[in-house]
């Protein structure tokens, strides 16, 4: 997502002149590739009048800093307004409302309200909560059932009765069962339609009344383009929503949702989504400083490490410390490292929240693809030898072991050698470091094209 939108944004602050005060003329230049960029991405157009008369009326004459250039200035004036415009950040609230307290998950069919319910009961939890979800998808084919099964998969106590009885009545008796089992959130995954119809909303008009809900999120689909603003539009006039998920972030969407959504309802995004799978990496809070960040190419680092941080307890970061402090670490414990990236997401998102690194690969000087191949022939090349020769590679590993490796990694030898190259600059970099000196890091991501 954004993807298209850094782009002309980045190739418009690069056109910027480099005086030192920014002209009546650069910012028109550059508020009309502003404007263009962010129609391109699906931005209604009153926000994005909205949003270039704001940054205009900031630009226009605006005095550069001592310690920016006049294109870092635009650039922190439009970064700035951009928050604005995604607003603060949103966090579930659950005050006024008596336990169990009521999540409405609404929005129109295929946006991802069901996966999103069981990502959001796994996210509430790990924060200590215990949630509960009521199957009231009584319309789409197999939702209760996908409900069910994803309840299943995660643990998390559930109420259905399949698809014979109304939405509100079965809310209603799940509700019972909920207080019940003494939970302390209940979510309710709710009916959807391919468009907004009266019948639906007298629904979950129904619904709200009978549970008095303490939040009711509206799920989107970030690529639903210029519709989103109609959409949202619809569900908060009658439903008041108080918060947005926007699921599919991760596809080929424009962004434009986001911006849009956030400023025609004026409720916060809360949540955004990426996938099928349910995990704790697939539902991530919504920081609009940290996507303003993303869209501008400066990286997400927050992210990164928030990524990073849930994949190790303390324990295992210690060991691994320890064993770079003391130069013992193995091409087992780098295969173990490679697999964590794996696990934090698509290569292309993790190096897009390096700082500077998004620039490089909408320019194409990295290519997302080359580092996943290289990764995986890496991999591969580990996995093919023994237990023994992945501790001491170095040591044991003679012309007739590298040639058994390559065959059976299907590289050639030359690329066993890379890798074992690579890590003896790793281990003389780690000697190093043991003794307090501070070399220029090669290590194996070399290797890789990091």
Do not use: W
């Not at 009545?169 to 069962?177: F, K």
């Not at 995954?189 to 629904?203: F, K, S």
């Not at 986001?258 to 991530?284: N, W, Y």
């Not at 066993?416 to 890091?441: A, T, W």
């Amino acid at each position: 997502m954004f993807e298209s939108l850094s782009q002309r944004l980045q190739n418009t602050f690069d056109n910027l002149g480099k005086g030192g005060k920014i002209t009546e003329q650069d910012v028109t230049n550059a508020m009309r590739d502003v404007r263009l960029a962010l129609l391109e991405a699906d931005v209604a157009l009153p926000i994005v009048k909205d949003f270039v008369a704001r940054v205009r009326e900031r630009a226009i004459g605006a005095e550069v800093h001592k310690k920016l250039r006049p294109t870092e200035q635009v650039i922190k004036i439009v970064h700035e307004e951009l928050i604005a415009t995604l607003g603060e950040p949103g966090r579930l609230s659950f005050s006024g409302s008596h336990k169990p307290h009521v999540i409405m998950m609404v929005g129109l069919q295929g946006s991802g309200k069901t996966t999103s319910a069981a990502k959001l009961a796994m996210y509430l939890r790990k924060e200590g909560r215990q949630p509960f979800l009521i199957a009231a998808d009584t319309y789409r084919p197999a939702a209760v059932d996908q409900l069910v099964t994803l309840a299943k998969q995660t643990s998390i106590p559930y109420y259905e009765e399949g698809v014979k009885a109304s939405p509100p009545d079965i809310v209603a008796r799940g509700m019972e069962a909920a207080k019940k089992a003494s939970v302390s959130v209940v979510i309710v995954d709710t009916a959807g339609r391919l468009q907004i119809d009266e019948t639906l909303m007298r629904e979950l008009e129904e619904i709200k009344r009978r549970t008095n809900p303490a939040e009711i999120l509206l799920v989107a689909d970030a690529m639903t383009g210029q519709e989103a603003v109609n959409i949202a539009t619809g569900f908060n006039e009658r439903l008041s929503i108080t918060g947005l998920i926007l699921t599919k972030v991760d596809g080929d969407a424009r962004g434009g949702a986001a911006l849009s959504m956030r400023a025609v309802t004026g409720v916060p995004i809360k949540f955004m989504g990426t996938g099928e799978k349910i995990s704790l990496d697939t539902l991530e809070p919504f920081h609009p400083d940290r996507i303003a960040d993303r869209i501008l190419g400066m990286g997400d680092m927050m992210s990164l490490i928030e990524r990073a941080e849930s994949l190790y307890n303390e324990e295992e970061a210690m060991k691994l410390q320890k064993k770079m402090m003391e130069n013992t670490f193995t091409l087992q414990d780098f295969l173990d490292q490679l697999r964590n990236i794996k696990r934090m997401g698509p290569i292309s998102q993790i190096l897009g929240m390096i700082p500077g690194v998004s620039k490089l690969q909408l320019q194409g000087q990295i290519n997302n693809q080359d580092v996943e191949a290289r990764i995986k022939k890496v991999e591969a090349i580990i996995c093919s030898m023994t237990p023994r020769e992945r501790e001491r590679p170095l040591k044991i590993l003679n012309a007739s072991r590298k040639k058994r490796i390559a065959a059976g990694s299907g590289v050639e030898v030359r690329d066993v050698n890379d890798v074992l190259k690579q890590y003896q600059q790793m281990q003389g970099m780690m000697e190093m470091l043991r003794k307090g000196k501070f070399p220029k890091i090669p290590g194996l991501t070399d290797g890789l094209g990091l």
